[in-house]
């Protein structure tokens, strides 16, 4: 059984700093290609970082320079650090894993059909106040 838990998440004031966790099991194939997304109340899901078995990385615009992924490989671990935190980055926070890294990428605001093949954690809620 494939299980993605998302931990971490908080509330937090502007300037602040989470690291959000993705724990996947079940799924050994998890460690080719996992992201984070989020979802704020009233708006679509949106990419937020990703990152694949090399080690390559993408960010949306809105977190470059602040979010940083990484990954344990050995663990099935991933992680989110996010730092200088808005209120605009409110929202709760999903990872998700895809069995390749063919693809492996978020690329503007909307959520690509690729991410729609793999499996998806409960998400985890961070709110910025400010």
């Known amino acids: 059984q494939v299980r993605l838990v998302e931990s971490g998440g908080g509330s937090v004031e502007t300037g602040g700093s989470l690291r959000l966790s993705c724990a996947a099991s079940?799924?050994?194939?998890?460690?080719?290609?996992m992201g984070w997304f989020r979802q704020a109340p009233g708006k679509e899901r949106e990419g937020v970082a990703s990152i694949d078995i090399d080690g390559k990385t993408t960010y949306a615009d809105s977190v470059k320079g602040r979010f940083t992924i990484s990954q344990d490989n050995a663990n099935y671990t991933r992680y989110l650090q996010m730092n200088s935190l808005k209120p605009e980055d409110t929202a709760k926070y999903y990872c998700?894993?895809?069995?390749?890294?063919?693809?492996?990428?978020?690329?503007?605001?909307?959520?690509?059909?690729?991410w729609g093949s793999g499996y998806w954690g409960p998400g985890t809620q961070v709110t910025v106040s400010s």
């Open positions: 079940g799924y050994t194939r998890s460690k080719y290609c």
């Open positions: 998700a894993t895809v069995g390749t890294r063919v693809g492996c990428a978020v690329v503007g605001p909307r959520v690509a059909p690729f």
